[in-house]
């Protein structure tokens, strides 16, 4: 297989009809690994659907200069009106990013040729009202100014007064030091103050919030005061993150999210400028890992067979629709039409799930500069700010990752505590894993699965630490699904086997508060010896089952049921004779509940989350399946 992307989209939400198969293994959640066509007219639809929900304004549709301009293309259907459509029926913008790489000799009048007849005449985009203008004049962007493009000073003013011949504003992407001229030989100062606006690109330039905010001192400011005296729009380039395997030094490049952090420092930035727009990079770039729209969260959204970027390897973990909606948030701020704050103000998750850890890494290979190299990453939060809390009364005591085959529920890695105790009085170890911030509503669920060693690691367990002060472990009316109360001094599990518990927390005193930190813990003041136990499939979510796909999931041979949304209903397909369906919105209320009497069966829903329960009659009885779905 030749892979060439960072990160790995997130399918769940696409109808199995517009998905293809590929020769990858399947998803850690046990589903074929399926991709899509990102020119297919349903995916854009739902891809700009998301652009509504989350309110962002709209894209800018990139188009590489290599090959346009040699012939037009007189067909019914392209990429670019299928955004124009998609963007009118959504209600959102767009605009043509040229990007100059692969510009040649005859680039002026390959640009002019594509703009008349291809984007003007055939494909009509800017007589579209949802073709993004300012001041009445269409958008056009040029990328590649000043870089190493193919394309030199004369020939970008050539196309800057063309198209502002054409009643265009016109946006240049250029390099970083473009006033400094640093990167471009000779001088392109005169197309830079050609420009409308300039858009330095920045991916790559920094990898921290520290970072993002030396820019502002070193470039930003400076950027936009020039900017300010030549009469010119300042559109800073801000992005979540990245990767690339093979940067232009050969060297391996990742750049951590930070939880959504990096972002919202760079919007921050802007802010203090003064300005109101950015330029967010990028939409659905997989490719180098900057994308925004939904992406693979963790091990069960990426095939087991290879590395992907996911969202929650810098230790954070957020729903696939996390920095769409970060991205709509930061653009409030920038704008004031929310307050300016630090913090960012919205939740990694709005549920079902709201986090899920197996502790996953994974192993990949790659050839640098004719070099084979491996590295191991994190597919999963795994540790995220790891520390100490308590040790007393033990010795060589540990918390930490292992690869050890038969203490597993997912994946290849779990969780292992273990060590020596020898107090009769006290003897305690905890130690936190994960800081979080999950506020607590009614019917939130923690889920674990434990694998108990010998006598003492049954006094091993799960606690969670809450912004109140208090622990669930101090909270003897919260219980495990065998009614034993969550402090580890209470024996949890059997000997040899692994077990899954669940403990209700969305219910009487807690609500209302909220999950700061994740912790294992030994507490047992008996009895000496060592105790050792291995921790798998953290999750708190909504309700219970929808966190770790399994086996129960399908009956006999056949597939699962499908769900989906589509023009405002929930489908389920790929149902057996005699299932019973309930489907309840994120706030527990029953919405529909009867029996299949077919394969397939729709229910009209409203926009929102909801939860989709499937009891499936096999040879030996009826089994669980249950699903999220989304209605936009």
């Not at 989906?564 to 299932?579: A, F, R, T």
């Amino acid at each position: 297989m030749n892979v060439n992307v960072v990160s790995w989209p997130d399918i769940s939400e696409y109808p199995d009809s517009v998905l293809y198969a590929t020769k990858f293994k399947p998803l850690g959640n046990g589903k074929p690994t399926k991709l899509y066509n990102d020119a297919d007219h349903t995916i854009i639809d739902r891809q700009m659907g998301w652009l509504k929900k989350s309110e962002l304004d709209g894209v800018a549709i990139q188009r590489f200069v290599g090959s346009i301009g040699r012939s037009v293309t007189i067909t019914q259907e392209s990429h670019l009106t299928n955004v124009k459509n998609a963007a009118e029926a959504n209600g959102r913008l767009f605009y043509i990013c040229y990007d100059l790489n692969g510009s040649d000799a005859s680039i002026v009048d390959r640009i002019e040729l594509d703009w008349v007849y291809e984007i003007e005449q055939i494909r009509a985009l800017t007589s579209s009202p949802n073709y993004t203008t300012v001041d009445g004049k269409p958008v056009v962007e040029m990328w590649g100014i000043g870089y190493n493009v193919g394309a030199d000073e004369q020939q970008c003013l050539d196309m800057i007064h063309f198209f502002q011949d054409r009643g265009c504003y016109v946006i240049g992407g250029t390099p970083r030091d473009w006033r400094s001229n640093t990167s471009a030989s000779p001088s392109y100062t005169a197309a830079y103050k050609a420009l409308d606006a300039v858009s330095p690109w920045t991916v790559g330039v920094y990898n921290t919030p520290a970072g993002a905010t030396s820019y502002l001192t070193g470039y930003m400011t400076a950027d936009k005061a020039y900017c300010d005296i030549n009469g010119m729009d300042y559109l800073p380039v801000v992005f979540p993150g990245s990767g690339n395997w093979l940067s232009a030094d050969g060297s391996f490049s990742q750049t951590d999210r930070k939880g959504g952090g990096l972002l919202w420092q760079q919007v921050l930035n802007a802010k203090s400028l003064g300005l109101t727009s950015v330029y967010y990079a990028m939409l659905d770039e997989f490719e180098e890992g900057t994308n925004l729209i939904n992406g693979a969260v963790d091990y069960f959204d990426i095939p087991t067979n290879e590395y992907f970027e996911t969202f929650a390897k810098d230790g954070v973990w957020t729903s696939s629709d996390y920095y769409l909606r970060l991205a709509a948030t930061a653009a409030k701020m920038l704008r004031g039409d929310i307050p300016k704050t630090t913090d960012i103000p919205i939740p990694y998750s709005t549920g079902p799930l709201y986090y899920r850890n197996s502790f996953e890494s994974r192993t990949t290979t790659f050839t640098q500069n004719g070099t084979t190299s491996t590295r191991v990453m994190k597919i999963d939060p795994c540790f995220f700010n790891p520390q100490l809390k308590e040790s007393s009364g033990v010795s060589g005591s540990t918390v930490k990752i292992v690869n050890e085959l038969g203490y597993t529920k997912s994946g290849i890695y779990s969780t292992k505590i273990t060590g020596s105790a020898n107090s009769a009085t006290k003897a305690t170890y905890s130690y936190k894993i994960a800081d979080t911030k999950i506020d607590i509503n009614a019917n939130l669920q923690l889920t674990f699965w434990k694998y108990t060693v010998d006598e003492l690691g049954k006094y091993t367990s799960v606690d969670l630490v809450l912004k109140s002060g208090k622990k669930l472990s101090s909270l003897p009316a919260f219980t495990d699904n065998n009614g034993v109360a969550m402090n580890p001094n209470q024996p949890r599990g059997v000997i040899g086997v692994g077990q899954k518990f669940t403990c209700q927390i969305g219910k009487d005193e807690l609500i209302g508060d909220q999950i700061t930190g994740i912790v294992i813990a030994y507490d047992h003041p008996i009895e000496s010896g060592t105790f050792t136990a291995y921790f798998d499939d953290v999750i708190i979510e909504y309700g219970e089952g929808n966190g770790v796909p399994t086996a129960i999931t399908s009956v006999g041979n056949d597939h699962s049921a499908l769900v989906y949304s589509n023009d405002g209903q929930i489908h389920i397909d790929n149902l057996l004779p005699e299932s019973n369906v309930a489907i309840y919105s994120l706030s527990g209320q029953i919405q529909w509940k009867g029996q299949s009497s077919s394969t397939r069966l729709s229910v009209p829903a409203h926009s929102g989350f909801y939860l989709v329960r499937i009891q499936r009659k096999g040879t030996d009885g009826y089994r669980d399946q249950s699903e999220k779905v989304v209605v936009p």
